[in-house]
């Protein structure tokens, strides 16, 4: 079956680092977008960064731009978020998921397409990641 597993969460102080792997299994990455989400308490879930596989437009929420970087292996089973200069804001779970999608619409407008209820075609479990002192 069709599989997104997250993990690299933990507790990290204020400033710090996390790489986050999302590793797929059961379907071919090629002609989905794939990215990351985050949910904090009380908070809506957000489009944190998404990588179109077959094109490599990107989309990075202006919250986390020059702080985090997505990337995926040669093998295109894995996704990664790279993470620095973490903030306490940055605490949630963050999510994996993967979207069919094409040169249009944008990498953007799939994103948040994901992001949608439902919208999502295939979804991991959350890892969590807390930034505190």
């Known amino acids: 079956q069709v599989q997104l597993v997250e993990s690299g969460g933990g507790l990290v102080p204020p400033g710090g680092s996390l790489r986050l792997s999302c590793v797929t299994s059961?379907?071919?990455?090629?002609?989905?977008?794939i990215g990351w989400f985050r949910q904090a308490p009380g908070k809506e879930r957000e489009a944190v960064s998404c990588?179109?596989?077959?094109?490599?437009?990107?989309f990075v929420a202006d919250s986390v731009k020059d702080r985090f970087t997505i990337s995926r292996d040669v093998a295109k089973t894995t996704v990664f978020l790279d993470m620095s200069n973490l903030k306490p804001e940055d605490t949630a779970v963050y999510y994996c998921?993967?979207?069919?999608?094409?040169?249009?619409?944008?990498?953007?407008?799939?994103?948040?397409?994901?992001?949608?209820?439902?919208?999502?075609?295939?979804w991991g479990r959350g890892t969590q990641v807390t930034v505190s002192s």
């Open positions: 998921a993967a979207k069919l999608h094409s040169i249009s619409p944008s990498i953007w407008a799939t994103c948040h397409a994901t992001n949608r209820p439902g919208g999502g075609d295939y």
């Open positions: 059961g379907f071919t990455l090629d002609n989905y977008a």
């Open positions: 990588l179109d596989i077959t094109g490599g437009d990107t």
